[in-house]
């Protein structure tokens, strides 16, 4: 079991950055691969990043070159770093884990945080 716990949201004005943070609890002991998604109003949630244990990642088209994920093992924290950012970035953005390998799919993880909006304004 663990316990993820997401922070660095907030309100940004488009082109700004933000740099979120999950914090990662309980079994740490264990290979998890770690993502991003995100739900906006009235919508889906949807896969924004993974990082595998051994740091492969992926990112969603509509995040390439802006996002970037990482991770401090040390620190059992997961880091999204978000830089120009765009009003359809808003957003409750969801920490998430999964045993080994990683998924694009929200169905696929086990674990997931309680969220933290980001709101870009124009």
């Known amino acids: 079991q663990v316990q993820l716990v997401e922070s660095g949201g907030g309100s940004v004005q488009a082109g700004g950055s933000l740099r979120l943070s999950c914090a990662v609890s309980g079994r740490t002991d264990r290979r998890y691969a770690m993502a991003w998604f995100r739900q906006a109003p009235g919508k889906d949630r949807d896969f924004v990043t993974y990082i595998t244990w051994s740091d492969s990642t992926d990112y969603a088209d509509s995040v390439k070159g802006r996002f970037t994920i990482s991770r401090d093992n040390a620190k059992n924290t997961v880091y999204l770093q978000m830089n120009n950012l765009k009003p359809e970035d808003t957003a409750v953005y969801y920490c998430?884990?999964?045993?080994?390998?990683?998924?694009?799919?929200?169905?696929?993880?086990?674990?997931w945080g309680q969220g933290t909006q980001v709101t870009v304004s124009s």
């Open positions: 998430a884990a999964r045993h080994y390998s990683a998924s694009i799919s929200a169905s696929a993880y086990l674990y």
